[in-house]
């Protein structure tokens, strides 16, 4: 096969991961705006480094939305392909909690991504550094901008990995959606996901209890349901029980319908076994028949009228279907990944521009979605492999 230029603008997981498949077949070039690659990569290892997650199959694939676009991308290259591409590079992963999969016990984020780049000058790949995307020329070719000045990226393939809109700190602001609309590419506007959601709570409730978790709770929104933790804050509830439920909260606050979340503090008794703990009981011992925490209580009592909590049928109601509207959600600064971006349909099944052949979107700059526990990094990887074979099946016909 002949060697093809390649170029990748972006230097973050679905960018590198891209680069590693591609660069025994061809000279690949990585255009990176900051000083060093791997920059969001490295601010996700500070909450806890999940590289991908135990789920496989169907399974795996359903956690993914929009439904089916991802699918290829992760029978090609799942978790076990994943966690196998990781032991090639000297890192040994292992199986925690709740299925999420973690490097192996004294592994830091800055670790892995030295074994990625290491594996990457070993195999050729050339890295421009504060080399920043800024635009198109009049034929749509990438123009980009170093201390140099501007110049033209040349080459056979251009795999575009930019980023969405969160973390902005790492760079990652989207700002390179108004050049894509210069060429005539449609960018959906970037919206939080994975983040905390805004409830008003009384001030005395705020003052109390911000910052204290609420444990083995069932949070519901639309048709999504999870069991798990929040921590209440001063602007409303974080957690990784609502960041799954999220999609729905934000489709909710788009089209002008309930938006709210429901809250089952007790997802381990039905009403029935509850009505029976609080029989003969006046509304003192209610607490403790239900055995319901202070800011559980707090919770309750706050955004529910006072008499119903001295009725146990609608003090337990309240417990099982804590109702709070949501407000909002919080801003992309602060969320832990976006969606928006290049609409799915813009893309052919192996990530090519429908309209730009020689062009990819890969990573989260393409409008897609998963929750929290390594299946955002799981994406990204398979979304970079998987166009990294496509390149090569490409050029294998093109000889």
Not at 21 to 28: E, I, R
Not at 61 to 82: I, Q, R, V
Not at 100 to 112: A, L, N, Q, Y
Not at 181 to 206: E, K, L, Q
Request: charged letters at 20%; aromatic letters at 8%.
């Amino acid at each position: 096969m002949e060697r093809k230029r390649i170029a990748i603008i972006g230097g973050g997981p679905a960018g590198l991961i891209a680069a590693d498949f591609l660069a025994p077949h061809g000279d690949v070039h990585v255009y990176e705006q900051g000083k060093s690659i791997g920059r969001k990569f490295l601010v996700a290892g500070q909450g806890g480094f999940n590289l991908t997650n135990s789920a496989e199959g169907s399974e795996l694939k359903s956690l993914y939305s929009p439904p089916g676009f991802l699918d290829m991308a992760l029978d090609a290259f799942g978790t076990a392909e994943l966690r196998a591409w990781l032991e090639e590079l000297g890192i040994g992963t292992y199986v925690g909690t709740s299925g999420r999969v973690f490097p192996t016990k004294g592994i830091k984020p800055i670790e892995v991504l030295h074994a990625i780049r290491v594996r990457l000058v070993a195999r050729g790949v050339q890295f421009n550094l504060e080399h920043a995307f800024v635009g198109f020329d009049e034929a749509a070719r990438p123009i980009i901008e170093s201390s140099a000045g501007l110049a033209v990226v040349e080459a056979d393939h251009i795999l575009f990995a930019l980023g969405g809109a969160s973390w902005p700190v790492t760079g990652s602001t989207g700002s390179w959606s108004a050049h894509f609309a210069s060429i005539g590419i449609d960018v959906r506007p970037f919206r939080s996901s994975n983040c905390g959601v805004n409830v008003h709570w009384p001030a005395s409730f705020i003052t109390a209890h911000a910052g204290k978790p609420l444990k083995n709770i069932r949070i519901t929104a639309g048709d999504r349901s999870v069991l798990g933790e929040a921590t209440i804050t001063r602007y409303g509830l974080e957690g990784n029980a609502i960041y799954p439920i999220v999609p729905a909260v934000r489709d909710a606050l788009a089209n002008g319908t309930d938006a709210a979340v429901y809250i089952d503090l007790k997802p381990n008794n039905t009403v029935e076994q509850l009505l029976r703990k609080l029989s003969g009981s006046t509304p003192k011992d209610y607490p403790k028949g239900l055995n319901l925490d202070r800011a559980q209580l707090a919770m309750v009592k706050a955004v529910t009228p006072k008499e119903r909590y001295f009725s146990p049928a609608d003090l337990v109601e309240d417990s099982k279907h804590l109702r709070l509207p949501v407000t909002g959600l919080r801003p992309l600064e602060e969320a832990i990944s976006t969606v928006g971006g290049i609409r799915t349909e813009d893309l052919d099944p192996g990530f090519a521009f429908q309209r730009f052949p020689h062009f990819f979107a890969i990573g989260e700059m393409v409008d897609w979605d998963a929750p929290t526990g390594g299946f955002l990094l799981q994406g990204c990887f398979a979304m970079g492999h998987h166009a990294a074979q496509r390149i090569l099946r490409t050029s294998r016909t093109d000889r």
